[in-house]
């Protein structure tokens, strides 16, 4: 036996409810999967909770679990993972909050959470005007520009105490502003930055008429991954979140031309990244966020599309590759639901996939009919089952042999 390869697949949101444009199935038994359901029939499948109770449906959330960190015990918010991601430094003083850039009406209905889905290229001059105007350190305030309309604010620690809801809850409905202590600068600054958004929009031809505050937190501290589950690796994701708790967790984040977080990813260009990494890493993660977003357009052929390509450029040629390697365990699962019904994510179980090429099991299908039944693990233990074998070696002093 040689050394195990470990490889964790995450189509982010695909988990949902039956649809009733695809004749009561959910996207999951409604898309042509049969590289998904041939592992599955050789996987343990089983379902579990990957948004503890108490806390928000998020990705943050949810990808925190999937990469082995109890989200009660290190969850600090939403915002502070995506600052690492974008190399933003929060000091001990300092709270960050998500900026999205929205566009609300002029009844304050939630028009659109992304405005417009406008591109970095258009959004980075808004940001930059908005830094200008409200920000450039001003009040301890500054703005960071992201990726498309997620941007970032870091603001003194004193502005932290206040109740914000998640822009993509409230798509067609009345705007919910925040609440609380803090809840009068955060407004004063939502307020403040209509002229500057809608002057600045005018002229990249956006829609984008405010920013929106969210997901606030203060800089998180991550054990190492390497540390705690005995086996180094990389990750890639066209999402700030993603990327941000691998710079926390010590994992390397690729960039991978073409990986975008819209329906346009390319799938084989993340898959290669991930074969190729593997030939001299033990451990890649592979996100993918065109699920989630079908979900949050309530687009159900969008969303069996992407699983679709998940099954045919992804787990296809990666089942293909991995036997190449020796031993090799994989790990599917998402990172919350998000029904096509609902339009945003909810905190239901999902199902998960593990998968050892050295056991034989008796599976069943993956979707979430087939689990409905079964009683929900923490989704923060399955990495550690996954990675059994590593952690076993680093405990008798370095690479020996799989067990």
Known sequence: M???????????????????E?????????AALPNLQALARRSEVGRATVIPGGLPPGSDVGNLAILGYDPLEFHTGRAPIEAAAMGVDLAPDEVAY?????????????????????????????????????????????FHA?????????????????????PHDLTGKPARFPTGPAAAKLLALMDASRPVVTAAAA???????QIWLWGQGVRP?????????????????AV??????????????????????????????????????????????????????????????????????????IIGPLLEALPGFGPHRVLLLPDHATPIRLGTHTSDPVPYLLYDSEVQVEGRAYTETAVAGLTPVAAHGLMGRLTASARLRAVRGGPGRAG
């Open 221 to 237: 501290t991550l054990p190492r991954f390497a540390d705690r589950f005995g086996v180094d690796g990389r990750l890639t994701s």
């Open 98 to 142: 998500r900026c999205n850039l929205v566009t609300l009406g002029a009844d304050d209905t939630m028009v659109d959470f992304a405005a417009g889905h406008l591109s970095s290229e258009q959004s980075h001059p808004i940001v930059a005007a908005l830094d200008a105007e409200l920000g450039n350190g001003r009040d301890g305030v500054r």
């Open 146 to 166: 992201g990726v498309e309309y997620r941007h970032l604010v870091v603001t003194p620690s004193d502005w932290a105490d206040a109740d914000c809801t998640p």
């Open 22 to 30: 695809l004749d009561g199935k959910t996207p999951l038994e409604a």
């Open 240 to 313: 700030d979140l993603v990327r941000g708790l691998g710079v926390l967790a010590g994992i390397e984040v690729l960039d991978v031309p073409g990986a975008s977080a819209g329906f346009d990813n390319d799938y084989a260009a993340q898959r290669d990244a991930c074969v190729g990494s593997l030939r001299d890493r033990d451990f890649f993660l592979l996100h993918v966020e065109a699920t989630d977003e079908a979900g949050h357009q309530q687009n159900a052929a969008e969303k069996v599309a992407a699983l679709e390509h998940w099954d045919r450029e």
């Open 2 to 20: 040689g050394l195990v390869k470990y490889v964790v697949l995450v189509p982010d949101g695909c988990a949902d409810e039956p649809v009733d």
């Open 203 to 209: 002229e990249v031809g956006s829609i984008a008429t």
